[in-house]
């Protein structure tokens, strides 16, 4: 199994809301959606931080193929870990 080198830049492309960086040996694939859905808008709860939330697929896969197909060995190599949470900042 090939190893993503640390040394690899990060990929940032604006036009798919994605940024794509080396992590932990493989690269890890970050997405922003350019129009979030709201999420517990109420309050967040105190003892939330840096916690996950379910994904919503139909929102999401868009975006998670776009930006895969920036890295189109990404599609053959599959996902380790989806995290879906809001910013922590």
């Known amino acids: 199994r090939a ?3 640390p040394r690899w ?11 794509i ?3 932990g040996g493989g690269l890890m694939v970050g997405l922003f959606e350019s129009d979030a859905a709201a999420w517990c808008v109420p309050r967040v709860p ?12 139909g929102r999401i896969a868009p975006f998670l193929e776009r930006a895969m197909a920036r890295v189109p ?10 995290f879906c949470g809001p910013e922590s900042f």
């Open 21 to 23: 960086r080396p992590e």
């Open 3 to 5: 190893q993503a080198d």
């Open 46 to 57: 105190a003892d939330f931080s840096f916690g996950e939330i379910e994904p919503d697929w």
């Open 9 to 19: 830049p990060v990929v940032e492309d604006p036009s798919s809301c994605t940024y």
């Open 73 to 82: 060995s990404s599609l053959e190599a599959g996902a380790k870990k989806l």
